[in-house]
């Protein structure tokens, strides 16, 4: 989202809150994994909670073991610290055991960055994590589509969004030097476009058409469309897309095309195609780079 500054003459992009990023990376490090004392502390909690001491004259003191209401409330603290972090960033309200918790959430970036966040640590994940955690990881990021997507009701503001996205994108490597900020944001713009795409309503030949643009927002469009809704239809439009453009674009037709193998069976022609670009296109084989990551697995899945 943008908003225009009368003194400048510019347009200002809405920032993504730093305290907003390290709730994410933090959200992300604790799946299956909750910090120790805290654990430790409501574990105390759940054990005194019950245990029932009585004492009368004749038996002495008696003890028995019997779970109670308190039981519960205090086994369920146990996931309070993720469960309010969910809420200070999708918003709502939550009601349970006398205690209330309430947020109005972020801005629609932070939201989109946040899935596509999400949906880049299940990736990435794929082979060092468990599938209970990357499904946890996976749950949030469909939290945070679900709510982005629900402050934009109609198909028809949906894909007027879209198009403003696109926009936005050129504005964002105009005006923003780079840097993780402006990073944040274009992810930001890919993420909010790939959770509003699935319900926007778009044609094959409105998808080609961005594929195909010499605008490089609409190309942006296009590709984040295409890690939403992978299709082999539209693999001679993304193929050039990644021997050429900025990095950014690269990566993402990288990442588009890298769905499209996992989700579709191309042919002996395409998958000549395809693994003659990845060999002998310079640009995207730099060691240590998201690029070559991809790049690398791609091959692997040819």
């Known amino acids: 989202m943008t908003t225009n500054d009368p003194r400048s003459g510019t347009t200002q992009q809405r920032s993504i809150p730093p305290e907003f ?8 490090n604790r799946i299956g994994n909750h910090t120790l004392p805290w654990v430790l502390a409501s574990g105390l909690l759940v054990l005194f909670s019950a245990i029932n001491v009585t004492w009368d004259g004749k038996s002495g003191l008696s003890v028995s073991f019997q779970p109670t209401g308190a039981t519960t409330i205090f086994f369920a603290l146990v996931w309070l610290p993720i469960v309010i972090q969910i809420y200070s960033i999708v918003g709502g309200s939550f009601k349970a055991a006398g205690f209330e918790l309430s947020s109005q959430g972020v801005s629609q970036e932070s939201l989109g960055w946040a899935f ?10 794929s082979e060092t994590t468990s599938p209970q955690d990357r499904a946890t990881v996976a749950q949030y990021g469909q939290e ?11 198909q028809a503001e949906r894909r007027k969004t879209v198009e403003d996205l696109g926009k936005q994108y050129k ?3 105009e005006q923003m030097s780079p840097g993780e900020e402006r990073s944040n944001q274009m992810e930001s713009i890919v993420g909010q476009i790939r959770a509003l795409a699935p319900q926007a309503g778009f044609s094959s030949s409105e998808i080609k058409k961005y594929l195909e643009s010499s605008d490089e927002g609409e190309r942006i469009v296009g590709l984040s469309i295409m890690e939403a809704l992978p299709s082999a239809d539209y693999f001679e439009q993304i193929l050039p897309l990644i021997q050429s453009g900025k990095p950014f674009q690269q990566y993402h037709a990288l990442l588009a095309m890298l769905k499209i193998v996992q989700s579709s069976n191309l042919d002996q022609k395409q998958k000549e195609q395809l693994q003659s670009i990845l060999e002998n296109t310079s640009s995207i084989k730099k ?9 690398v ?3 692997s899945a040819l």
């Open 116 to 125: 596509q966040k999400s949906e880049e640590v299940v990736d990435k994940a």
């Open 144 to 154: 945070f589509a679900q709510a982005l997507v629900s402050r934009i009701p109609s």
């Open 287 to 295: 060691p240590k780079t998201d690029r070559d990551t991809i790049r």
């Open 297 to 299: 697995r791609l091959l």
């Open 21 to 28: 990023v390290e709730i994410l990376k933090n959200l992300f």
């Open 171 to 173: 504005r964002v490597r």
